[in-house]
């Protein structure tokens, strides 16, 4: 156990430790099984899954699948090393370009126009898209749609769903 080594090292030397945490997003695949649909996964204005695209996903932060899982691994480690007094917590890497996954937050204003996010926002803000579901070009449109016409209200959803996910991570 790697993590007990350094906290017991930290210890001996005074130090403390806040471990940063990098989840692969093997993991999640694994997790959810082989859903052609992958909701987990968050789509770009073009249509992208994520870095290199289907090889590597950006995950969904606002997906309740992806939010338990996190949850899970975090009260894992908290229960396993609170014990020892170097042990000061965990950091959410929030790095977009080294180490991102996307379980952690929005990769940019260009990301989260998948089905089930643009979902949620219509259910949360009563905000009708007027973008057919079927439609192979209706990230972009929803892109364009929310940009336009309620930026603010897109830009305020998001943000306060990622707070409300850190926060219960907290």
Not at 70 to 82: D, I, K, S
Not at 133 to 147: G, H, I, N, S
Request: glycine share 6%; with cysteine; net charge positive.
């Amino acid at each position: 156990d790697v993590l007990r080594l350094m906290l017991l090292t930290a210890e001996k030397y005074g130090l403390n430790v806040i471990g940063d945490l990098v989840l692969p997003n093997v993991h999640l695949d694994k997790r959810f099984g082989a859903d052609p649909q992958k909701p987990w996964v968050t789509i770009s204005r073009k249509g992208e899954r994520g870095a290199h695209d289907a090889r590597r996903p950006y995950y969904n932060a606002v997906h309740p699948g992806v939010q338990t899982w996190a949850a899970e691994v975090f009260q894992e480690l908290a229960g396993r090393y609170r014990d020892y007094p170097s042990f000061k917590g965990l950091r959410i890497r929030l790095m977009l370009h080294w180490s991102f996954e996307g379980w952690q937050c929005f990769h940019s204003l260009d990301w989260g126009y998948e089905d089930y996010t643009v979902a949620l926002f219509t259910k949360d803000t009563g905000i009708q898209i007027p973008v057919a579901t079927d439609d192979p070009k209706r990230f972009q449109k929803r892109y364009e749609f929310l940009v336009r016409n309620h930026y603010e209200d897109w830009v305020a959803w998001r943000c306060r769903k990622v707070y409300e996910y850190h926060s219960r991570l907290a």
